[in-house]
Each structure stands twice: as C-alpha cells, then as structure tokens.
C-alpha cells in the first residue's frame, strides 16, 4: 500500500512539474513574440504631448520629440529644450525592459489591466548585481504588446508603466505612456534642475506615499527612417 502511495505521489508531482514546464515555455514564448515585434522599429522620430503630474516639480504640458535609435538610445525634446524626467523614465521605451537575454521567465497567471484580459509573466534578472530586482509584464497575447510594467529596483523603488496602442499597434509602439512612481523612493541625479512655469517653490508633502506621473500621449511616429547619432549627444 505504502509503495503505490509513493508511486501516486510520484506521479502527481511529475504531472506537476510537466505542467510548471509547459507554462514556462509559453511565457517566454510570449516574451520572444513581444520582443519580436519591438525589434521591426530600428529608429524612430515622435511628436506628442507630456503632461508632468509630481508635488516637487511645477512644469507645464510641454509639445515633445521622442528620439529612439536600437539598441537603447532614447531622448525627449521639448520645444524650447531638453525635458527633465526621472533618470528610471528611459523604460518609457520599451525595449529597455526586454534588452538582452539575461533573465528567467516566470509564467504568473492572468489578470486584467482595464477592461483588457492579460497574461503576467515576471521577468527575474539572472545578474545578481542588476538594477533590476524583477519586473512583471501584463501582456496582451493576441497583439502581442505590453500593456503593464511594474518594475523594482534596488535604488528607486517601485515604478509602473501603463500602455494604450492604437494605429501603431503593429510595431509595438503605443499611442500613449504613463510612467507612475512613488516620490518618497524615487531618486533624482544629484544637481537636477527642473524648469518652472512660475518662480514659486513647489509645497511640500507629508505623504510618504505620494506617486508622482509623468504622462506622454503621442500624436505621430516616424518609423525606421534614419536618425543621426549626433540627435543623443
């Protein structure tokens, strides 16, 4: 009896195993059908708007040129200068998230962001001195994009990227950004300035929890038609 116990036992957990397998090939499976999409856009030029929403910085909605080149160069322009954003904000690209193949894909459910059923896959740097701690993915499998990101670091804490995609869905490339930090975690580069829109000093908070948002929504792209490197110096 106690042997045939043992087998079932046995079994169960090999059925287990099979199973933790199969969704674990599926999610990295999913992860390679995003990062394959994102891989077509070799450069791109964008126009847009930013919207800045954080206790500490009083900045205007600004017109905006988003620069990107593969493999990671990425900048923001505003009209009448450079735009200053949290140094983490680079992740507003994409491509920063899935950069390289030095990470375990961990398959982690489903869930919903909005009214849009997902799968969650978490990504584990295999680095142990990454900046990165892990980072999960809501991802829509039927357009392969990714419709979430919660990131969290060793350094600034824990940041959110949320997604919409509309005619540019095909490359990846959503119509509008939303990038949502904790002000309490997030560290700024020492000797940051930010322009004001008024010489006033921003009140303080004692909300320790206080996110902080900054926002681009997209008007246009310009897609893999060439950009000189001198635009990221």
Do not use: H
Not at 62 to 70: A, L, P, Q
Not at 108 to 119: F, R
Request: glycine residues 6%; aromatic residues 10%.
């Amino acid at each position: 009896m106690r042997k045939l116990l043992d087998t079932r036992w046995l079994f169960l957990i090999a059925i287990s195993m099979c199973s933790m397998t199969a969704k674990a090939q599926d999610a990295a499976a999913l992860v390679k059908r995003v990062k394959a999409k994102l891989e077509t856009v070799n450069n791109y030029e964008a126009n847009g708007v930013m919207k800045t929403n954080v206790s500490f910085i009083k900045v205007p909605d600004s017109k905006i040129t988003v620069y990107y080149k593969k493999p990671d160069k990425f900048r923001i322009k505003k009209e009448n200068g450079i735009s200053i954003m949290p140094k983490g904000s680079v992740s507003l690209n994409q491509g920063t998230l899935l950069a390289g193949e030095n990470y375990t894909t961990v398959a982690a459910g489903t869930g919903k962001v909005g009214d849009q059923t997902v799968a969650i896959v978490k990504l584990l740097p295999l680095d142990e001195k990454s900046e990165v701690v892990v980072s999960t993915l809501y991802i829509d499998e039927k357009d392969a994009v990714i419709r979430k990101a919660v990131t969290t670091t060793r350094n600034n804490g824990t940041y959110e990227i949320e997604m919409s995609y509309g005619k540019y869905a095909s490359w990846g490339l959503p119509d509008k950004v939303a990038f949502i930090f904790n002000t309490r975690d997030y560290k700024l580069p020492k000797g940051l300035a930010f322009d004001y829109d008024t010489g006033e000093k921003p009140a303080a908070t004692t909300d320790k929890n206080q996110k902080g948002k900054v926002e681009i929504s997209y008007s246009s792209y310009t897609i893999n038609k060439g950009i000189s490197d001198n635009i990221f110096q």
